[in-house]
Each structure stands twice: as structure tokens, then as C-alpha cells.
């Protein structure tokens, strides 16, 4: 491995720095999640993912008639779908679906042996079914996390040869105070449901009834892995589709047939925006150990890659980074990312619970504290 995770200070923690010298878009290292999980609503409007690696399950052809509405739509160059239809497997039980055996083993390894449903018909009376449809009618999309990675979190420790190994592991991901965690976990859930923390506690409870988990089934543990999620959850997105289109534009083709291609793929786009709108991908929420430890720059010299087309992420480098040099990450999306100092300061504080002392927010210290986009986002409101 050619980072590692190092002690900083009491106030910072840890922090992930780097063993060698990396040159530009180089990749530090692949790291297989934790825990994964798809959205719920992502799920719910049929976007088919494998229920462990979140691997598209749709061929291209099927991804792209969903999402334009065109069920009668042929995709050239079948060839360069990466979905795997043959190798689709699906639990003898409860019917979830995995894009290969090896998935589906794994699952089943890690925490599908607890939270499988198995043949019953669905009421939607069981624990796991409500809680879910709690969720959901909490967070409508655009989403940015799951309570469902929760339970999946305590399966594992339930299912683990080592229960103590994998509550040490989670644990590592939690450092905050009582206080902080409680300000997160009402942060995560939204003012209007802040008051659905029992629920939810008590919907897990009944689903996950296991001695081994008990230090997280109180109130205060509960609200210390909302908190854990809410700070170190890691979206994930694949598509069929896009999929397609990065392989086609590797084909050998000639310059008619290129233009051809690029013109289908445009209007391919433009019909998803009339039909879907901006929500092409599967898309879910992981937790990493290594990727978790990196700290916030909003001038980051690293960012987090899905080149895999499933949950395992890549972190690239952004700019050369020295032996010794620490390795940074942005938790800000591009849009916060380019605004004022003041505005990723405030969205830092409330999402993260801390004030940013990067480079480029020192440098800005003098600069004005709003941006003409801020000043126009404030007349609109």
C-alpha cells in the first residue's frame, strides 16, 4: 500500500497521507467498501443494480429504452455492453438479485444470512420492510444516504467470526461527541423528522433483536451511526449506459459512421432529460476505511473514481503529491465547491462540524464573502 493513515492531532484526528511521490491522475489505490447499500428510491423506480457490488443488472439497450421511454429503441454496437446477463444469480430465498455467484456468496458471507427475508410473501409488515418505507418517506430524491447501510452495518457484526474485530472497525469511524453526534444525526434527518429517531431505533430493534449489537441500539448509538453515515458515507453511481458509450468510443470507426455514433449518443441524452431527467445512474452509499480517513481541501489534490462500473472506488490524484504529503479530498460537490469562502465555510459546518483552514480558504481570507452567483441565488429567494 502506498498511503497510510496517521495520527495528526486531537482536534484533526486522523489524516491519509502518502508513502511515494504521485504524478498527476495516477490511481493512490482500489478499495472494496465496508458496507454498501443501493438508495431506496433509486431502487424503488427500478433502477437494477447487483444487491452487493450495486453493478448495473440492465443491459445497455434496456438502460437507455427505461430511461427515454422508447421501449422500441436499438442500440448499435451490442457488443460493447458490459452487463453480464448470463452471470445475473439471484438468492434461493428471497429472490434479490446479484450480478454473479461470487456476489452472491459474499453477500450471504458478510450479511445476507441475517437480513434475508426469505419465501414469505411481502406484507410490508416486517421490521426491515417498514423501516425502509420509513426511510424513504423521510428522503425523497435527490438522495445522499441510507439508513438501510445502518443495518447492513450490524449484520456484519452480527454475522462476523470476530464480532469485537468489526465493532472495533466501526467504531473507528466514529470520533465525535456525544453532542456533535446529536446535532448530525437531527442534520441528517431534516428538522421536519427529527422526532423519527425512535422509530427508526425501535424499527431496527425489532428487526435486529442480537446481544452482540446492543452498544448501538440505544439512542446514543443510534445517533453515532447516523452521524457516521451522515459524515463518512461515500455516494456511489454505475450505469449500463454510460457504460456503452465509453466503450463505443474506443471502436475503430470511420468518420461517417464516429459522426453517426456521437449524434445517436446526443440525442440519446437529450431524450433522457425530457423523459428521466438528471437521474441516469444506479446510484448508492458505501463506507471505506482507507477513502474515510482522508481529510476535506477545497483545493483537493485528490478525487474518488467508479471506473469499475460497481462499488469499488478508485482515488486519483489531481496534481503531483511528494512522499510525506498529506492526501486530500473534497466533501464539497463542484457547485459549493466554486463559491465563496463564507458559503463552503457555512456548508462545511453544518454537513461536517468543522471550520476549514485549507489552503485556498486561508488565501481567501481577505477576499469578499459573497460571489455574484450567491448575491443572484439570495435575490431569487
Known amino acids: 500500500m502506498d498511503v497510510e493513515i496517521r495520527f495528526i492531532d486531537s482536534s484533526k484526528g486522523k489524516g491519509l497521507f502518502a508513502k511515494k511521490s504521485f504524478n498527476t491522475d495516477y490511481v493512490l489505490f482500489e478499495e472494496e467498501p465496508l458496507v454498501s447499500c443501493q438508495f431506496s428510491w433509486n431502487a424503488e423506480c427500478k433502477y437494477r443494480a447487483c444487491d452487493h457490488c450495486l453493478r448495473p443488472l440492465e443491459s445497455a439497450e434496456e438502460n437507455a429504452r427505461?430511461?427515454?421511454?422508447?421501449?422500441?429503441?436499438?442500440?448499435?454496437?451490442?457488443?460493447?455492453?458490459?452487463?453480464?446477463?448470463?452471470?445475473?444469480?439471484?438468492?434461493?430465498?428471497?429472490?434479490l438479485e446479484y450480478c454473479s455467484a461470487d456476489c452472491l456468496i459474499s453477500a450471504n458471507?458478510?450479511?445476507?444470512?441475517?437480513?434475508?427475508?426469505g419465501t414469505r410473501e411481502r406484507s410490508g409488515a416486517h421490521p426491515l420492510e417498514l423501516l425502509n418505507e420509513a426511510w424513504k418517506n423521510i428522503h425523497y430524491p435527490p438522495?445522499?444516504?441510507?439508513?438501510?447501510?445502518?443495518v447492513r452495518l450490524l449484520a456484519r457484526i452480527i454475522q462476523s467470526e470476530n464480532p469485537d474485530v468489526a465493532i472495533s472497525q466501526t467504531l473507528q469511524f466514529c470520533h465525535r461527541t456525544v453532542n456533535e453526534d446529536n446535532e448530525l444525526a437531527h442534520k441528517l434527518l431534516?428538522?421536519?423528522?427529527?422526532?423519527?429517531?425512535?422509530?427508526?431505533?425501535?424499527?431496527i430493534k425489532q428487526a435486529l433483536p442480537h446481544q452482540v449489537i446492543q452498544q448501538f441500539l440505544t439512542e446514543e448509538g443510534f445517533k453515532s451511526l447516523l452521524a457516521l453515515i451522515g459524515t463518512n458515507g461515500?455516494?456511489?453511481?454505475?450505469?449500463?449506459?454510460?457504460?456503452?458509450?465509453?466503450?463505443?468510443?474506443?471502436?475503430?470507426?470511420?468518420?461517417?459512421?464516429?459522426?453517426?455514433?456521437?449524434?445517436?449518443?446526443?440525442k440519446l441524452y437529450q431524450d433522457i432529460e425530457e423523459h428521466t431527467g438528471c437521474f441516469m445512474n444506479n446510484e448508492g452509499v458505501a463506507l471505506y476505511m482507507l477513502q474515510s480517513a482522508a481529510n476535506h481541501s477545497c483545493s483537493p489534490n485528490a478525487e474518488v473514481s467508479f471506473s469499475n462500473n460497481n462499488n469499488k472506488l478508485a482515488l486519483v490524484s489531481l496534481k503531483e503529491i511528494k512522499e510525506g504529503e498529506e492526501i486530500f479530498i473534497s466533501y464539497l460537490d463542484e457547485c459549493d465547491l466554486h463559491r465563496s469562502r463564507r458559503s463552503r465555510q457555512k456548508v462545511l459546518m453544518e454537513n461536517y462540524?468543522?471550520?476549514?483552514?485549507?489552503?485556498?480558504?486561508?488565501?481567501?481570507?481577505?477576499?469578499?464573502?459573497v460571489s455574484s452567483d450567491e448575491e443572484d441565488d439570495d435575490m431569487d429567494e
Open 66 to 95: 427505461r430511461l427515454t421511454g422508447n421501449f422500441n429503441l436499438v442500440l448499435p454496437y451490442p457488443e460493447c455492453c458490459t452487463t453480464k446477463k448470463d452471470k445475473i444469480v439471484s438468492c434461493d430465498k428471497c429472490g
Open 109 to 117: 458471507s458478510q450479511y445476507h444470512q441475517t437480513l434475508c427475508l
Open 143 to 150: 438522495e445522499t444516504n441510507s439508513v438501510m447501510l445502518i
Open 190 to 203: 431534516g428538522e421536519k423528522f427529527s422526532d423519527q429517531i425512535d422509530n427508526l431505533l425501535t424499527l
Open 234 to 266: 461515500q455516494g456511489t453511481g454505475t450505469s449500463a449506459l454510460s457504460q456503452w458509450v465509453s466503450e463505443t468510443s474506443k471502436l475503430n470507426l470511420t468518420d461517417l459512421e464516429r459522426k453517426d455514433l456521437e449524434d445517436l449518443v446526443d
Open 353 to 369: 462540524l468543522f471550520i476549514c483552514n485549507c489552503e485556498k480558504c486561508l488565501r481567501q481570507c481577505d477576499e469578499p464573502d
